[in-house]
């Protein structure tokens, strides 16, 4: 059964960094695509970045782009989002998620399976 469990939100001041955890079990880990996500209530969920198998292309939305890092450890089953410069418009629940070809992709609708999210919260 795969299983994705998100870890390493918090509260930060507005410049500061955070990174945050993805472990996964129950898949083969190297061969899905990896993505994070991430909500504000009240908003669609929208796309943050993604990792194709085995890390051999990223992809970031404009809004985080040279701010955010997606990386992978596959001897840990672990995807990882360091997170520096953070900006208030950053809050939001931030997901974790998995897709079994391996492509990668920034639609929602390609991803099998979803953590059930960390908070993260950047004040002034």
């Known amino acids: 059964q795969v299983q994705l469990v998100e870890s390493g939100g918090g509260l930060v001041q507005a410049g500061g960094s955070l990174r945050l955890s993805c472990a996964a079990s129950g898949l083969a880990f190297s061969t899905y695509a990896m993505a994070w996500f991430r909500q504000t209530p009240g908003k669609e969920r929208e796309f943050v970045a993604t990792?194709?198998?085995?890390?051999?292309?990223?992809d970031y939305a404009d809004s985080v782009k040279g701010r955010f890092t997606i990386s992978r450890d596959s001897a840990k089953n672990t995807v990882y989002l360091q997170m520096n410069s953070l900006r208030p418009e950053d809050t939001a629940a931030y997901y974790c998620?998995?897709?079994?070809?391996?492509?990668?992709?920034?639609?929602?609708?390609?991803?099998?399976?979803w953590g059930q999210g960390t908070q993260v919260t950047v004040s002034s």
């Open positions: 998620a998995a897709e079994r070809y391996g492509m990668g992709s920034r639609s929602m609708e390609t991803y099998q399976y």
């Open positions: 990792s194709t198998w085995r890390g051999t292309n990223l």
